[in-house]
């Protein structure tokens, strides 16, 4: 009897149980949804938007002057191409080697410095950073240029690629490194070799992210690359990017480069994705052929 | 412990070496009057030991005791601990290890190292026993090609393995890891394999494979291992050494000698209680 | 502490093989009472006693494999059950030494004794003394206990002797008597025999004490 009783007694329980967990998970579920639902409209409403200009031509010629139909972004989308690149060449091997160094030395004063600095780094407005590149290579320089461009994105760049590989690095099992130096490897051998191959995934994705990030600065852009009209490929002179080109186009009173404003933006958003998207397939297969999981 | 206690279980330790193991063993590294401290905290506090060469010695105890840190004494691995210091001596072939002018990378590659995890880089598997060669400059295909299959077959996994070298060391299953492990230890051929808790992360088949791939290898190598398990102890070591905490909380060692011996008649009465499980 | 079950076990099985050693040496007495007071009824008993001691050695032998098996006790731990494991057996032995006194009682029926009983009872008392003294020396982990014990057989040895060179004067003096003097010689043969295993027994209390092994009183050739 008295079982029977406390039988009754812990169904009531578990309905009460029951009714709280599918309660938190619809909460859950909900607040998920809310959090996508940003990134699909903004996906949906810049296709709708941009997607009907694009053509071959947008993709292959210069731009055409107000008024003239026609013409697309191609200086802008290889601007973009070799100032995000240079950038990458100055930022990514800087973050490697510095994170290599803090993930090992979290606790020297060099160690502690430089995961300092480059917090305050990642809390300083682009803007600003593009005044530094400005003052650094534009004004030496006397003029505007890709390169400029370039140290500015770097710059940005160091802090999310550095912080990424660091924490990726920490992740590595401990004694994998053991099992480096205990073969007499030396340190920068064992990071190098060992370390680094097995946080790869991890920096992979961080460096993506990385680029997709500065791939749209458009702020700093315009003290240091400032845009170009013409086709270039000169580092020392000034070069379009694709957000500078959306800035131009879309702060103008012409409703033909609105459009052209919208598609480029389209152009923008389809690469970051992309470049995600190949970043994710990547290690996806390379975890799949190591067996890395 | 006193250092004359010490040097008591050192010296009876010898005298049944002669007696007890009838070919009489040579001592491959010798510890003497060894501390280690991580900061101001002596972790392990005068320890001499002899250990036999080409023979298979097991270092017994407690978890915390000591015993993991004194076996990376024996390569200097644990000279990776920030703030660690080492007071006293360990002798590789009467020449010691400590000496300002030793190369730890030359120690690392005379005394090799297994751990208690498997931890295959990942890599293949060809590369990951290539490793520890290739860091010595041998680059020829056909020399690392041998080194690997001899290593492998030292190890008891070639040919479990010979036919996907290419592929990836984690597509093994977790005993055979550990022993692509032994393989990339002894492609540099050691004179000293230290394994700690080899087994511990292994099911009872794999345990049963690494210990009788030890049993293969002490004809060529001296192999100390720590183990809290004192039935491997027993059935696979030729020595036991058995450390216990004192009052400090500092390892010391209690008692050496041949592992028959310490596991049917133990001297001390604190090995006694440990090996009986009447601890505390 | 660690390993209570494992200790309360051990113990369990100690008490049994001191069970069994009270239980054996009541029969040495029994024996040698029956052949002293020629009660054949008392001589059945004895025999059929046997089957029921025989039953608790096997008993204790299993437990003991039982404990090697799933315990794997290690130092003193094994050299305990491995000394109640032998001592279990030469208990039985003695016991089955018992039996053949009865035997020999039953044999003789009602033929009269060939001389008083002295050194017989004698022997008996001795030996009885002797494995009370080393169940004492075993539950106490006595090793020098143990080693009196053994050196007591000698008692035993030279009575042993005393009994066959007397009967031995019996059958020289009429060679009828023989079969007589030989149940006799029989009888004090067996005792000679417990003093041995005794003389064992004591010898696994000292390894089970020290984890020495060491061979006492060495048979020495009859003189």
């Excluded at chain 2, 000591?66 to 390569?75: E, F, I, W």
């Excluded at chain 3, 003294?133 to 050196?151: E, I, T």
Aim: charged letters at 20%; one cysteine or more.
């Amino acid at each position: 009897m008295s079982q029977a009783m406390s039988l009754r007694a812990s169904r009531t329980r578990y309905a009460l149980r029951k009714f709280i967990n599918t309660l938190m998970l619809s909460l859950t579920g909900l607040a998920t949804l809310f959090a996508i639902i940003p990134l699909v409209w903004i996906v949906v409403y810049i296709t709708r938007e941009g997607g009907r200009y694009l053509s071959v031509d947008f993709f292959t010629q210069l731009p055409t002057p107000v008024g003239v139909p026609g013409g697309g972004i191609v200086n802008s989308l290889v601007g973009s191409l070799i100032v995000v690149g240079i950038a990458c060449l100055i930022a990514i091997p800087i973050s490697l080697v510095a994170a290599l160094y803090v993930a090992d030395h979290p606790t020297t004063p060099l160690g502690v410095l430089v995961r300092f600095s480059t917090d305050v780094l990642s809390g300083v407005p682009t803007i600003v950073v593009g005044m530094f590149a400005y003052a650094l290579v534009v004004l030496p320089q006397r003029h505007f240029s890709a390169l400029a461009g370039s140290v500015a994105l770097a710059v940005i760049m160091v802090p999310p690629v550095l912080r990424t590989t660091e924490e990726m690095l920490k992740l590595v099992p401990r004694n994998l490194r053991e099992g480096s130096l205990a073969l007499g490897a030396s340190n920068w051998k064992t990071s190098l070799q060992v370390l680094l191959p097995a946080a790869l995934n991890g920096i992979v994705t961080g460096v993506m992210l990385g680029i997709a990030r500065v791939a749209g600065e458009t702020a700093p852009m315009i003290f240091t690359a400032f845009g170009n009209p013409f086709f270039n490929t000169d580092l020392s002179q000034p070069i379009a990017t694709l957000p500078q080109t959306i800035f131009v186009y879309a702060i103008s009173p012409y409703q033909d480069w609105h459009a052209k404003a919208w598609a480029t933006a389209f152009v923008l958003i389809a690469a970051v994705l992309g470049l995600n998207i190949a970043a994710r397939l990547l290690t996806w297969w390379r975890t799949r052929r190591l067996r890395l999981a | 412990m006193s250092t004359n206690q010490s040097l008591r279980i050192f010296t009876r330790a010898l005298a049944s070496n002669e007696t007890a193991d009838a070919p009489t063993t040579t001592v491959k590294m010798r510890v003497t009057n060894l501390n280690f401290y991580y900061g101001a905290f002596r972790a392990v506090a005068d320890v001499s030991l002899d250990v036999p060469d080409r023979r298979i010695t097991a270092i017994i105890g407690s978890s915390g005791c000591g015993k993991s840190t004194l076996l990376r004494t024996l390569n200097r691995m644990g000279d990776l601990v920030p703030n660690a210091r080492v007071e006293g001596d360990v002798l590789l072939d009467d020449e010691s290890i400590y000496a300002p002018n030793v190369d730890v990378v030359d120690v690392r590659r005379r005394v090799g190292m297994v751990f208690q995890r498997p931890n295959p880089f990942p890599k293949s598997i060809y590369d990951n026993v290539t490793f520890g060669p290739r860091l010595l400059g041998v680059n020829h295909r056909a020399d690392l090609d041998a080194i690997v299959e001899k290593s492998l077959r030292a190890a008891a996994l070639w040919d479990e393995v010979k036919e996907k070298l290419h592929e990836s060391g984690f597509a093994l299953s977790g005993g055979q890891q550990q022993r692509l492990c032994i393989a990339r230890a002894l492609a540099v051929e050691p004179e000293v394999v230290l394994m700690d808790e080899p087994a511990s992360a292994l099911d009872p088949i794999a345990t049963y494979k690494i210990e009788e791939l030890m049993h293969q290898l002490r004809d060529e190598y001296t192999i100390v291992i720590v183990t809290h398990n004192m039935q491997q102890a027993a059935r696979a070591s030729d020595f036991t050494a058995f450390m216990n905490m004192n009052a400090q909380r500092a390892g010391t060692l209690v008692e050496f000698g041949p592992t028959k011996e310490i596991f049917t008649n133990p001297h001390q009465k604190e090995t006694e209680d440990y090996i009986t499980g009447r601890f505390g | 502490m660690p390993r209570d079950t494992f200790g309360g076990e051990l113990a369990n099985l100690k008490n049994q093989l001191l069970q069994l050693g009270m239980d054996t040496e009541r029969t040495i007495g029994e024996g040698v009472n029956a052949l002293k007071t020629r009660d054949r009824a008392l001589a059945q008993a004895i025999i059929a006693h046997d089957a029921e001691i025989n039953r608790v050695r096997y008993s204790i032998e299993e437990q003991c494999y039982e404990l090697i098996a799933t315990q794997q006790p290690l130092a003193s731990d094994l050299r305990e059950i491995i000394s109640i494991l032998l001592i279990a057996i030469e208990l039985e032995r003695i016991a089955d030494h018992s039996k053949n006194l009865g035997e020999i009682v039953i044999h003789m029926g009602d033929e009269p004794l060939l001389k008083p009983l002295i050194d017989i009872p004698r022997m008996a008392e001795i030996t009885q003394s002797m494995l009370n003294q080393s169940l004492d020396a075993f539950s106490r982990k006595d090793a020098a206990m143990g080693r009196a014990v053994c050196n007591r057989d000698d008692e035993i040895d030279n009575l042993y002797q005393q009994i066959f060179r007397e009967l031995l004067t019996y059958v020289m003096q009429d060679p009828r008597t023989v079969n007589r003097a030989l149940n006799l010689l029989f009888a004090a043969h067996n005792l000679e025999r417990i003093g041995d295993r005794i003389t064992n027994i004591g010898e696994r209390v000292i390894y089970a004490a020290t984890g020495q092994l060491e061979e006492l009183n060495i048979e020495r050739p009859a003189t």
